[in-house]
């Protein structure tokens, strides 16, 4: 089985660390890659770079269909653009968010997330009610650091994120904390063992449930919202991603 | 005052009938224009093309930022980037689908929407569940017609719509109708008359919440999900939408 | 266009004042007349004082619907009678807690109120419920004043409002604020300057939205819930409300 | 013990019915007067009629009070102005759609709703929802017949209830079924015995309630929304009504 | 009228305290016979103990029934078994977590609970949410004690819990208190006393409920979930259990 | 990796189908093992056959973590005892509804479940509530068999099963088909072949998610609802289940 991770940003860094988080929980016999696109923006933080993450998202996933990876992860915790994802290829994609939250839910009654900036926290809380989680999610926490800060070695901010975690599980009464970041893929275990719940992080989560999917031989519904695109032209320099007739 | 419209898909047909509906009720001081992008999708019919609209929409929207205009409409009704064009820009933006859902609210306890593919239908359910809607939306329905039907002369499209109107005034038990896509928006007046319900079209709900907005002197809070876009590069052919640096 | 603001309460300074911020923000062409009943409760504090306002604010109504006004709002916080209004008269009605909350909807993602007492807080959340906003609304505060404190000039009771607002930037996570009073009104300005977040009232909202309705041509659907009364006895002091029968 | 029943309608023939329904489920000790106001709408047919039930309501309520009673009930189905009441007395007081509900969530998992008029639909759906109901309800059905039609001997109501109350077992997946009006309460164990599912009656439900109420020692708390009214001038025809000043 | 409560753990001390609270408010004419069974956990202390206690409930349920009481009370606040009670009789069952919640609700707009131990918050959370309560339910608090501390003489634990029933007025913004444990029965008089607020107890308010339902000749509905158990076969030590075919 | 698949009933057929089914998904280095309990109903139909399968299923978790199994699946649709379960033991524990729902939700956009007898409805839209999967479920369908007819070699059930998944494609608007009872797992390819879209299989689902957990390194947080039980004494034949003190 072969999974394609996107990190949806541009940064290299970012994504070789997802690729690695990705990869050490992978079974046996799955291969892990991890792209980027090479357009759009640098980080993902709010949903103007959200908007402009799409087509390098699109692009990477539409390459990694042709190139016959049997399941996608979308690594932002945004999760953007999955239903366009989900509409585009045949394959089972699933985003990090959405992953954790539901995986959490199947060992912890309620969570907390900890993410990085605070004008993720309404992303995040839409997020939760689209999936039918805001009665588990019991609060979204900002660590109130950069998306890339989580990439300069020695910097504070995995220590910051930590100090949230712990706050977390002191104030909220949740059972379990999920990292509300992709770059924060590689601070789990270490975080587990500091406070004794379970800290979460999507990219795992995602892999497994993209795996799961693979091995029941599921992929997206072409019933209702995620059909195939419907063939039409795309004018200007996206004229390239217009969807062509099907059969 | 100046507003905007936006038409996030290419075909000029229809962004010439949005501006004139806008128009149709727009106050006496108040200048509408109507553009729509040079790139993207020529019809918004899922969340493919949803994703594609993006860029050419916040396009326009940049210049008409730029240009001076004192508030926008977003007039596709899958309300597509509607929190990235609230971040990008001081002034106020109202997407299609939540005017009308507003609005009708104010007038009848319940509603249902008549849209055209049925692809669409998930789509508005999870927009009414955004915008805390769910209770009113008696049902969503698809007239089954390609978004483009709409423009084409002679076609059997508005006789469709109008079947469509009268079965969820016959069977869901609402109280208004209101008319799922932008190219519909010239059918209000007659298919009122014809059913006895209010039937309300998003593009002139949207021009008067405009209009309500500009004249309140109210704009997208930039505390929270709307706050500027953070400064950073994006790679590749989007590079140009980088937001710059503030103050 | 004519809009009557009702002022469900029989004090008069209240009347004026909320009708100098209805005028404050109404448009060209629009002429605005406030008033206030003959009968019943100088403030509304409460569903008993609510209760004794219905007669009351349903006869100006009446009168105003046989003086032609185009459009009514009713600027009590608690949006007293909004659904007897609606189905008593063809034209649009709109309540000021409504026009804040569906207003504040479309340029934040979240709010809190800021009230006069305690004893209004569960009608207020009572309201949000009904109106689709419960997900929206982070608070609602009372600021423990009684509502016409506000109107004794040199009170503390604007700088008490004053420092609840802040309270509740600081400590809700809200994007917006709504001043939870018709008494209120004339703090806007003052509050938004000091805080840095929109902080909305909701006489000068209702003014816009009706507005808009006029504009739109639309008045509460008579299918449902807001349809006319059927023509009956009323016994007693009350005999003069009797609903007439129709055509 | 003795319990007012509060028939917010002046139809005397109406007034009796409930007060036999009352009568026949009380226990032993208990003692159920059963009136009407002397004001206001003959019968209460959509939000008009109910705001102008108010006075009179309150009226009784207050008498009641001042006679000693130990609990009152609420009379119809569209349980108005039962906050007001509950601020005004220091008993207990029962609304007859909340009792139904409540009680009929104690007996089975769904419930529909019979009621008389579609204009009631609406207010049934929405009080579900204020009761936390809104999942039990399967839905609320109008056997379209007017409220005193239920009154006039001989008259065919009765036998479109029963075909109402019947289509609901059939269609609706129900558990039990409710009738929407005090002036069925003469037709439940009929209505039981046709269908085989139980058929509960709002009025013989409220007296249960009231009476565990009054055996508890329990009447509304006066903290929160039901505080006592606060001292003030009324104006008018309704100043008898001004909330006194408390101890 | 023959009323059995049903203690569904083992501890004979608090079998007889909930016995007493249930006869303190039995009408005159009620006999309350309190029972627990011979078999399962001495307490209920989270889920693994509420499954084990569920064979010596249905135990004491079934003889209940064929001693001929007219109704029964499940006297666990985790409301144990509800369902299954309901579908093994036909009298009336009620569990004393949703008596005392429906009753809370028919006198106060929101309540807090205070029960035992953090374990049991997320049950209770859960049970709110069945029982349509979770918007009146402002917060459930743990006191941090074992449910048998509350039958050892001289303890602490009803200090403690009235601590925390205090905390819950000072901070929680409800208007009344349920005590979230049967074993806490005798402490509402007090508690009432010393808070100002309400504080209710289930076991009564279900004594008040199950007379209530007896009283209107209503048991559980037979259609749907709580429809009689269909004959089979159980093996092992359970056999005595299998239901027997009916009629 | 060893999974235990417990089917709460006796019915060892149908034990041996759910085996098949588990083991037809699991990945190469998974040995998954089924079992029954030898105490208990013979199906579960209802919450009282419910009650009485936790002994024997507790029973067969208990042996089965003394074993050494890394993860477990409880194999009937009502999922019985997960909390109790998650509580008893480190591994994880995932039950057919929610793995069914949560996996439907990464693929679809909403599902409705076709499963045996009408009176599971109920229970299964419980426990979408509790999954938060209530806006995703279009509908709960009863096929109106018997458990075990599905076991009868010859028996029409899987026709009547297919017909009414057929059913739900062409009236629910559902993007894809969950098959509510264990015993239906062998059916799954068959019918998404017959009707286009996908229908799901708990057992299967709950394979791969159990797997995913034990690759994550994840079992039940002990912080909150599922802590180990508190050790303490059990009375009667369910003695040997008392809870032990811990460390």
Redesign the interface.
């Known amino acids: 089985m072969k999974i394609l991770v996107i990190n949806p940003n ?1 940064t290299r860094s970012m994504t070789e660390k997802i690729g690695a988080a990705a990869r050490a ?1 992978a ?3 799955t291969i892990v890659d991890a792209v980027n ?7 993902i ?8 993450c ?3 998202l ?1 692009e990477c996933l539409l390459q990694g269909a042709g190139a016959g990876y049997d399941g996608f992860v979308v690594a932002c915790f945004d999760d953007p ?1 999955l ?2 994802c ?3 290829v045949a394959a ?1 994609v ?1 985003g990090i968010c ?1 992953a954790a939250m ?2 959490a ?6 969570f907390s997330v900890v993410t990085t900036l ?2 993720a ?3 995040i809380e ?1 997020l939760a ?8 999610l019991r609060r979204v926490r900002a660590a109130d650091i ?1 998306v890339l800060a989580l990439e300069e070695p020695g910097s504070a901010a995995a220590a910051t994120v930590q100090a949230e975690v712990e706050r977390a ?1 002191r104030e909220d ?4 904390v999920i990292l509300g970041c992709a770059g924060m893929a590689d601070l789990t275990t270490r975080l587990t063992a500091a406070t ?3 800290v ?1 992080d999507g990219v ?2 995602a892999i ?2 993209v ?3 693979v ?2 031989g ?4 072409k ?5 195939w ?2 063939a ?7 004229a390239g ?3 062509a007739p099907r059969g």
């Open positions: 541009t929980v079974a046996a016999g696109p090479s357009q759009g923006p640098a980080s933080e709010g949903p103007y770079d959200e908007a402009f799409l087509p390098g699109l653009g239903a366009a989900r509409s585009a089972p699933v959405e539901h995986v839910s199947l060992i912890a009654g309620s605070p004008r926290v309404p992303v839409e009610l689209r999936y039918g989680m805001e009665r588990r950069p599980v009464g949740c059972d379990a004794g719940v379970p979460l795992a989560a497994k449930l795996e799961g999917l091995g029941l599921l992929g997206s519904s019933v209702g919202g995620y059909a695109p419907i039409k032209a795309y004018a200007g320099t996206l991603f217009a969807p």
